[in-house]
């Protein structure tokens, strides 16, 4: 699974403005179909108020966050498995993402054209979920033919195509009736057999619903009918208003919190986005600190403390002695980095220590 969230939805939802206040790197958006092609990508910044509280007890020169990867992929229309409106080419970039973001339209706006020509978000969201499972139905319709000619050759392919082909053939069954592998409840060895279909339909999903001003608050119909589907397929459904979005993205920090305050929200909609896209990729964050530098690394959670050395440089894995652990709600419950290694806080981990969330670490090693 790539360690990135994709954009999708149907063109003219929103998916680039959204994009844009994420990244303060402007995609192409436009009042029509089909305006952004080739993907956009953003390395986006996650909150994460454990460094805010890091820097003020280790002061520092240089402040670095955790980061997320986002990608802004083209409008998806009906007939998209198919070939409509560039469909496959947007399809395969669908394919290399972690986690789907589905922007779906709720906002009534008649100078933003709909491609359906009226707002629904339960017809919207199905368009997009009937070609994602053709799309994966394809895939596993020539993945089932492959393996019942290996079948018939017998030797080890015989007996990989005898363990899979149940699965597959469960999976066919779901796929056609719109139900996608992730509603499955596939254990982990099942999905690790699956790999190497990169099945859309089995990645992890979020709903943003795109509002307007007026519906900041509390929502409104449409959100609802999401929120609703959301909890049916057990996926997150948020808030958030693009157009607000956009015009905070180019505030000052200061200027963004009394913006914030001012609509009655206590924190963007994007920052929850981030979080959530950064949690449901299953992603960790340990911190480095020095007088030179206080930054913050991503990690694949259960990360062992040579492979998370290694998100520094190589060498730190190649030669990696130990490390020096502490959790960050240690230094902020004593109050110094001196004061955890008087309590005992401070330990030595070696080569099979998991790293945990919240880890402060120096990494020991001899190249």
């Not at 996650?46 to 509280?53: A, Q, S, T």
Request: glycine share 8%.
């Amino acid at each position: 699974m790539g360690l990135n969230c994709g954009i999708v939805g149907l063109p003219n939802v929103g998916k680039s403005t959204i994009f844009s206040a994420l990244s303060n790197a402007p995609a192409e958006a436009a009042n029509y179909p089909f305006c952004t092609i080739n993907p956009n990508i953003g390395i986006v910044s996650v909150p994460d108020e454990r460094l805010d509280k890091i820097v003020k007890l280790i002061p520092t020169e240089k402040v670095i966050p955790a980061t997320v990867e986002f990608v802004d992929i083209a409008g998806l229309v009906k007939g998209a498995s198919k070939g409509e409106g560039l469909g496959n080419r947007f399809l395969a970039s669908i394919r290399e993402v972690g986690v789907l973001v589905h922007v779906v339209r709720c906002f009534e706006n008649p100078d933003i054209i709909h491609v359906s020509d009226s707002v629904d978000p339960a017809r919207d969201i199905e368009i997009i979920n009937i070609e994602l499972a053709l799309a994966d139905l394809e895939t596993v319709e020539k993945r089932i033919e492959r393996y019942e000619r290996f079948g018939r050759l017998g030797g080890e392919m015989a007996k990989e195509a005898k363990t899979l082909l149940p699965l597959l053939t469960k999976i066919k069954e779901a796929l056609s009736n719109n139900i996608a592998a992730r509603n499955l409840n596939l254990d982990e060895d099942e999905k690790n057999s699956l790999h190497d279909l990169h099945l859309i339909t089995l990645k992890p999903l979020i709903y943003v619903c795109n509002i307007d001003e007026e519906a900041i608050a509390n929502g409104n119909d449409y959100t609802k009918i999401v929120a609703d589907i959301a909890k049916k397929e057990g996926a997150e459904a948020l808030n958030v208003c693009g157009k607000i979005e956009a015009e905070i993205a180019l505030l000052s920090s200061d200027e963004q919190k009394e913006f914030l305050e001012a609509v009655g929200l206590k924190e963007s909609g994007l920052v929850q986005l981030i979080r959530s896209g950064y949690k449901t990729l299953n992603l960790s964050t340990f911190f480095t600190v020095g007088s030179d530098e206080d930054r913050a690394w991503t990690i694949k959670s259960g990360t062992k403390a040579p492979q998370a050395a290694r998100t520094i440089h190589t060498d730190f894995e190649k030669g990696f002695i130990r490390a020096e652990v502490y959790h960050c709600d240690h230094l902020f419950e004593y109050g110094s980095e001196q004061k955890v290694r008087e309590v005992g806080k401070l330990r030595l981990e070696g080569k099979e220590y998991v790293v945990r969330d919240g880890d402060i670490i120096r990494f020991r090693f001899n190249v």
